[in-house]
């Protein structure tokens, strides 16, 4: 009898038990269920280019854990897939493929370079996936494509920025030296298409390999058209190499550098050589030259420091491309429920987005959402920057 007695205690207790855990809130439950968010990311992490995808790939972490320490997206943690394209476009294509059809990512960052994001391009236009590359060419976002953005500053207003400081200079004859991919390309089409305007001339336009390492006929022929500066076109190593042979062969006129090697590492492999260059580059490398009154000082001033307690090395503005692409993914998953379609829509109606590379600013018609305030023009000094006013 007491057996029976305490048999039937037990059931109630555990009927009590069974019922009390239906009768919690749903929302409690699910908040622990909730899938993650995968995001893709795709940077040149090793080859002649880590220097822009390794920050690239640290700042996406970064971002990531922010996100995450602050509870995620409506409850879903965000979890980074990343791959190394090495800076190749076809080990690029097949990364993105591999993100897209088997780790089944919501969006993807990257890649780092123009032609590799060039050649991904047309995977995510196919599976209709939210991407932001982190690399500068004019062709990535023109014409626009509806899922296709970028964080990167723009190779036109790049070349406005060094037209503009040239035009103050009383400048008028220049010669350029332009990488041959395209990344040279796109930004060679604006040093052409915008000299005029600004009243220069292209006296003479010479072209350098990706992997040249000595390009003195090239700077030798433009020398004989006798310009007053000298524009070179490209991403590291090569306009290290030219900054050298510029000052083997004795050359004093001013050389003027792209966006494309505003970073520590520009200044590593050119040496004394880096002396005296002038080049457009995002605010971060002169964060602390800003006046308090700038609203990027303090995004700046916190992601630095963030980055240098995490992986204790210096920042770069290009990791700053995959910092800026994350949080922007944040505010576009707000409410989407994962769906890409709404991604898309958030990303291309952000408004007032104060990023590292810029304040962001994006339309159905404007996929870099930068403007000409996302620059400033620095001078190498003592192998440091100093601001240009």
């Not at 207790?13 to 899938?35: C, D, Q, R």
């Not at 000409?372 to 100093?386: L, P, Q, R, T, Y």
């Amino acid at each position: 009898m007491m057996r029976t007695k305490k048999i039937r205690l037990l059931f109630t207790a555990l009927t009590l038990l069974i019922a009390a855990t239906f009768l919690i809130p749903s929302s409690v439950l699910s908040e622990t269920e909730k899938p993650s968010y995968k995001i893709g990311g795709l940077f040149s992490i090793t080859g002649p280019t880590s220097f822009l995808g390794d920050p690239e790939k640290k700042s996406m972490e970064l971002a990531v854990e922010q996100i995450n320490k602050a509870g995620g997206i409506n409850g879903h943690m965000l979890e980074a897939v990343i791959y190394d394209d090495e800076g190749d476009p076809s080990k690029a294509v097949n990364a993105a493929s591999k993100l897209i059809e088997s780790d089944k990512v919501i969006a993807i960052v990257g890649p780092s370079l123009t032609p590799t994001t060039l050649a991904v391009m047309p995977m995510v236009q196919k599976a209709q996936i939210p991407f932001i590359s982190c690399a500068a060419g004019n062709k990535i976002v023109q014409p626009v494509d509806p899922w296709v953005f970028k964080t990167a500053q723009s190779d036109i207003l790049a070349v406005a920025a060094i037209y503009a400081h040239l035009k103050s200079q009383n400048f008028k004859k220049i010669g350029l030296l332009t990488v041959a991919n395209a990344f040279g390309e796109s930004g060679k089409e604006q040093l052409v298409n915008q000299a005029a305007p600004f009243g220069l001339t292209v006296v003479k336009a010479e072209t350098f390999g990706d992997k040249d390492t000595d390009m003195t006929a090239q700077i030798t022929k433009i020398r004989q058209d006798n310009p007053d500066a000298i524009v070179c076109w490209g991403t590291n190593p090569g306009p290290a190499v030219v900054a050298k042979n510029i000052q083997q062969l004795g050359i004093t006129i001013p050389l003027y550098q792209s966006h494309g090697v505003a970073s520590p590492k520009f200044i590593e492999l050119a040496g004394t050589a880096a002396e005296g260059i002038i080049l457009p580059t995002g605010k971060i490398l002169v964060t602390s030259l800003l006046p308090d009154t700038d609203p990027q000082k303090k995004v700046l001033m916190d992601y630095t420091a963030a980055y240098d307690a995490m992986f204790k090395t210096p920042v770069s503005g290009f990791g700053g491309y995959s910092y800026d692409a994350i949080q922007i993914l944040a505010k576009a998953l707000n409410g989407s429920d994962g769906d890409k379609e709404k991604i898309r829509q958030g990303i291309e109606n952000l408004k007032g987005h104060v990023g590292i590379s810029g304040i962001f600013n994006f339309s159905p018609t404007e996929h870099n959402g930068l403007g000409s305030d996302a620059f400033v023009m620095v001078k190498i000094k003592n192998g440091k920057w100093e601001l240009i006013e």
